[in-house]
């Protein structure tokens, strides 16, 4: 029942802006984006959400297009302590309008020196 | 506040035996999850509460039960361990602010290994 569909992996250097890109074709209309990062043993943490257009907090941005099929999520200048898995979150309000959450399996980022 | 908490952080477990992983949250929330992760496979819900006295199953919820008595506390259970339930168990919960909009909060896991 995976709803998003993220890149398994990328690479990237100290420095260098990342933008991680996810689709979710069937983003139902009440229905947020959220962002996830999660360290090696560790659990996930909230990075950011957003329903349309534009958002930025201190950590990252997320972009959203009109049709809202995709987002992504930009991280600025990224440094080796960004190198984590990331995973992209849309609401699924399909089961009698209980929100369950529906995590794909996530972008393994790696941040090189 | 101590967030979300779970016990115990490491268990061994032979074929056939039984254990409950505990779940606390001290934020006052109304939902409550438990996820398994294996290698690969990302975070998958096994069962999920979204209030008091209520569960519902999620995607893998099978050779699994839960009981939430109590609104901080969301109880998993394996009645009967099998090797294919070693994994890493995470609790999280949340509270909506409207039916989609969200922020799950996540325990430190608990790593469970079947033999």
């Known amino acids: 029942l995976a709803k998003t569909t993220q890149p398994i992996s990328m690479d990237s250097y100290e420095g260098q802006e990342v933008n991680i890109t996810c689709s979710h074709n069937?983003?139902?209309?009440?229905?947020?984006i959220t962002w996830y990062q999660q360290f090696p043993s560790q659990g996930p943490r909230f990075i950011i959400q957003g329903y349309k257009t534009k958002v930025t907090n201190e950590v990252a941005s997320l972009f959203i297009p009109a049709d809202r099929k995709s987002s992504t999520l930009s991280l600025p200048r990224v440094s080796l302590s960004d190198t984590a898995v990331y995973y992209c979150?849309?609401?699924?309000?399909?089961?009698?309008?209980?929100?369950?959450?529906?995590f794909g399996r996530g972008t393994s980022l790696i941040v090189h020196p | 506040n101590a967030g979300v908490t779970q016990t115990p952080k490491f268990r061994v477990l032979k074929t056939g035996q039984s254990m409950t992983l505990l779940c606390a949250q001290d934020m006052n929330h109304e939902y409550m999850y438990w996820y398994r992760q294996d290698p690969g496979m990302g975070l998958r819900l096994i069962h999920y509460s979204v209030g008091e006295g209520t569960t519902a199953k999620g995607e893998v919820p099978d050779g699994y039960n839960v009981s939430r008595l109590k609104k901080q506390n969301f109880l998993l259970g394996l009645e009967s361990a099998a090797p294919s339930q070693t994994s890493v168990y995470f609790c999280?919960?949340?509270?909506?602010?409207?039916?989609?909009?969200?922020?799950?909060?996540f325990g430190p896991g608990t790593r469970l290994l079947v033999l």
């Open positions: 999280a919960s949340s509270y909506p602010i409207d039916s989609t909009e969200e922020t799950q909060y």
């Open positions: 979150l849309v609401g699924d309000t399909e089961s009698g309008g209980s929100y369950i959450p529906t």
């Open positions: 069937n983003i139902a209309t009440n229905d947020y």
